[in-house]
């Protein structure tokens, strides 16, 4: 978040004072310098990570303390999560500092007959799901980064994925979240009432702001029951307007026929020709697959893939 800070460092140099304050904060362990921050960067997704400094708080009072230092000074710091984001929002500059929530990963709480589970930033999203299904419930947010996105970076990129049509985006899965501005002010709101009307709902200018407003540490998601059973379809559709009513011809179904449906669209050959049953390729400008509970569906697709 480095848009937070209010200036430059000097020079880009980091003072050793800062490097020291810094250090009695998260300790030596919490403290990465020099080729060890850049070699890391090597093994990323992508982006560009040439920071001198990473620190990795294991608390919200060390994030706190982190950004005081770091503010008083007009020390930029950039957020990392998983580093899976697509719009280079972590690429951090020599000068910049870089604050890593990794070692903020606990599963705090599971709350089932309230369907809530209260995550640090720094879990990853697999790990939210699996502690969500040891309990019998959904967390719906998925996609393909799952192993190395964080809760804090899926707030921040307001992220969709897989089911965004089902259940929303993460906006619409967070219940609270407790965030530290660049000053080190901490804010709590983990609320976890489905509606609350009391006051400003402040979580929502976090979500999806890139880190600029701040560090998110914790939050409280919203979960779900998981359906009972699911099957997959493919089907081809001739136009964009056919995929559209027959989106929503199943959103006015039953509740539980809705599907957690992901459209795509590709050139037909390269999906339909890979299935072992339908080795012939059928052409179409677009396709649709989707997944919904085992239910005799009053649906029939304009024009499948196979039979
Ligand atoms: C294979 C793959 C599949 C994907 N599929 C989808 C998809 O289907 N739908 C979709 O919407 N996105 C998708 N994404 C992108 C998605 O936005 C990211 O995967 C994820 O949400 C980012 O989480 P992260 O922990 O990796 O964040 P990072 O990449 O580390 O950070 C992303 C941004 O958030 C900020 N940030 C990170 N943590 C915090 C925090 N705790 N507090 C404040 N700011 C923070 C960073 O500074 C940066 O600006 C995909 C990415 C990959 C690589």
Not at 229 to 240: G, I, K, N, R, Y
Not at 272 to 300: E, I, K, L, T, Y
């Amino acid at each position: 978040m480095a848009a937070a800070c209010p200036a430059r460092y000097l020079n880009g140099l980091m003072s050793v004072a800062l490097k020291n304050e810094l250090r009695a904060i998260v300790g030596e362990q919490g403290v990465l310098e020099g080729a060890a921050v850049r070699e890391r960067a090597a093994t990323l997704w992508h982006g560009r990570v040439d920071a001198e400094l990473l620190v990795r708080p294991r608390s919200t009072e060390q994030v706190s303390a982190v950004l005081r230092a770091c503010h008083a000074r007009g020390q930029p710091v950039v957020t990392h999560g998983g580093l899976t984001g697509l719009v280079n929002g972590a690429d951090a500059d020599a000068d910049d500092i870089v604050l890593s929530l990794e070692s903020m990963n606990a599963i705090e709480r599971i709350d089932v007959s309230g369907r809530t589970l209260r995550a640090q930033a720094g879990a990853k999203l697999g790990q939210v799901q699996r502690a969500a299904e040891e309990n019998g419930m959904v967390f719906p947010l998925d996609l393909g980064a799952r192993d190395s996105a964080t809760v804090g970076g899926n707030i921040s990129t307001n992220a969709g994925g897989l089911r965004v049509l089902r259940y929303g985006m993460m906006r619409n899965l967070v219940l609270g979240i407790e965030a530290v501005l660049a000053d080190g002010t901490v804010l709590t709101s983990l609320n976890r009432m489905l509606k609350n009307n009391a006051g400003y709902d402040l979580k929502q200018l976090f979500i999806g702001s890139e880190g600029t407003l701040g560090v998110v540490t914790r939050a409280e998601l919203r979960l779900v029951s998981r359906t009972r059973s699911q099957e997959t379809m493919l089907a081809s559709l001739p136009t964009f307007d056919a995929l559209a009513e027959l989106l929503g011809r199943l959103d006015s179904g039953h509740e539980a026929l809705r599907p957690r449906y992901r459209a795509t669209v590709a050139p037909t050959d390269t999906y339909v020709s890979q299935h072992p049953r339908n080795p012939q390729p059928q052409r179409g400008p677009s396709m649709f697959s989707g997944m919904w509970p085992n239910s005799p569906a009053p649906f029939r697709a304009p024009r499948t893939s196979w039979p």
